[in-house]
């Protein structure tokens, strides 16, 4: 499947191509021609699946080619739990549309709302807000959503934990009734079936569903070991076969680089496959992996996502996936066609949360084993409390999931940087005055 397949514009081809993206992921094939044809959309899909490609792609392409016009209010807004969130989509939007002309511009709190009326008044195609701040504005008249085509509800399952259903259904009132709109979730909880029935006309549903089980052929082995030491430890396990073919997943694009310059230096040859990556490079780390002029390809799990490799007779995870399914996508590398397959996983006290929930997910134990001279300076903890690490790039602030959350795998918590709930619990502010606090 290409992007070219999916009827994407060539402008848009042209910044997919220079983002470095081969293929669309599974949530990106099933929702672009749905979205297309203009219908809409009710989307399970989590962060790291590239849900928002999936909807900023066909969003660009309708902004870019249906009739522009000459009014200065808002053709699309995008709704999203968080700032940070709703930063990470300006950004994307702005890669992939890149080569149009298509404005865009975020309102969010914690911030002053001077520059964002001005831009409002300049006139801007499409408008990402978090729902608290887009109120402040709707009662200061500075934006008119009378205009809106499309509507977006990104993470809509972390708007409801956040208590913003009643600011959705206030902003709902405010877009024209006839519009197109596209709610992405992380499940179809009741809640987020309710609000679907509510708001949108006959939506067709995808969802990207991980496959929870890997081949009985694979052998899961743990090896605990403090942070500072996980490198040397890769090392010494990749020593015991210096020939075999090795796939090395790290968490970042940033660790990826950081990694392969290590192993480099101690004399392996080795190459990072990433998103930040361009395609030629990709593809040439690729072909250099499969004809064995590399040994080591250290990915990340989106940018493995698309990669075809056969047989593979060995998986190391370096740093533990967020999402408990990354593992069993990771592991689905090896062992496959009945052949014997063997994943490894390196896990800080860190990441020993991360840990437990794959062990849930997998419902079998996995060996944990220390490596003699990598012991632990104290042991691993793995039960209800054990801790997770905050994720490093692109969402530099994110932190622990927050209780009571029903995403299934929590591991996506913008808690630190949320905003609160724009109505019910919030005391008014005065207008100019700096929304909720991170
Ligand atoms: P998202 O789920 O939208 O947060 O996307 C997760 C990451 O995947 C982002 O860093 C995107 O840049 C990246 N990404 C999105 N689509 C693709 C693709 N088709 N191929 C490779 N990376 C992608």
New binding site residues.
């Given amino acids: 499947m290409s992007?070219e397949s999916l009827g994407l514009a060539p402008a848009l081809l042209r910044a997919?191509a220079e983002?470095?993206?081969?293929?669309?992921?599974p949530?990106?094939a099933a929702a672009i021609p749905v979205v297309l044809e203009g219908g809409d959309l009710l989307a399970a899909?989590?962060?790291?699946?590239?849900?928002?490609?999936?909807f900023s792609l066909p969003l660009l392409q309708h902004l870019s080619t249906a009739g522009a016009t000459q009014t200065r209010r808002p053709r699309a807004l995008v709704l999203t739990p968080t700032r940070e969130l709703a930063a990470?989509v300006h950004d994307?939007l702005r890669d992939y549309g890149k080569h149009m002309r298509v404005s865009s511009t975020t309102i969010f709190g914690g911030v002053s709302m001077g520059p964002q009326m001005q831009a409002l008044r300049r006139g801007v195609d499409i408008v990402i807000a978090t729902p608290g701040r887009l109120i402040d504005h709707m009662q200061q008249r500075s934006v008119d959503l009378s205009g809106v085509e499309v509507l977006i509800l990104d993470e809509a399952d972390r708007m409801l934990d956040m208590g913003f259903l009643p600011a959705l259904k206030r902003i709902l009132s405010a877009v024209p009734r006839q519009r197109q709109t596209l709610l992405f979730s992380a499940t179809f909880a009741p809640p987020i079936k309710a609000l679907a029935m509510q708001f949108m006309h006959q939506p067709r549903e995808v969802s990207v569903t991980p496959v929870n089980s890997v081949a009985t052929t694979v052998t899961h082995h743990v090896h605990p070991v403090d942070a500072a030491k996980k490198r040397d430890l890769l090392l010494h396990v990749l020593a015991q076969d210096s020939r075999r073919q090795t796939l090395v997943f790290s968490r970042t694009k940033h660790g990826a680089d950081k990694l392969v310059k290590q192993l480099e230096m101690a004399g392996l040859r080795a190459a990072a496959i990433h998103?930040n990556k361009s395609q030629n490079a990709r593809t040439r780390a690729l072909s250099d992996f499969k004809s064995g002029r590399i040994t080591v390809l250290v990915a990340t799990d989106?940018?493995a996502?698309?990669i075809d490799i056969d047989q593979l007779p060995i998986v190391i995870n370096f740093d533990l996936p967020m999402v408990a399914e990354d593992y069993v996508h990771r592991i689905g590398r090896t062992g496959r066609a009945g052949a014997d397959g063997m994943a490894v996983s390196l896990v800080s006290h860190e990441e020993a949360g991360l840990l437990r929930d794959i062990r849930k997910l997998l419902k079998q134990e996995i060996a944990v084993s220390e490596v003699p001279g990598f012991e632990l300076s104290h042991p691993l903890r793995t039960d209800a409390a054990a801790p997770k690490p905050v994720q490093g790039q692109?969402q530099p602030r994110q932190a622990r999931p927050q209780q009571g959350s029903h995403r299934p795998h929590g591991n996506n918590g913008y808690g630190k940087g949320s905003e609160r709930p724009a109505e019910g619990n919030r005391k008014r502010r005065r207008p100019g005055r700096p929304a909720a606090k991170a």
């Avoid at 983002?19 to 992921?25: K, L, M, R, V």
């Avoid at 899909?45 to 999936?54: I, N, P």
């Fill in positions: 992007f997919l983002q470095g993206y081969a293929e669309p992921t949530i990106q899909a989590q962060t790291g699946t590239g849900k928002t490609a999936a990470q994307n998103g989106i940018a996502r698309g692109r």
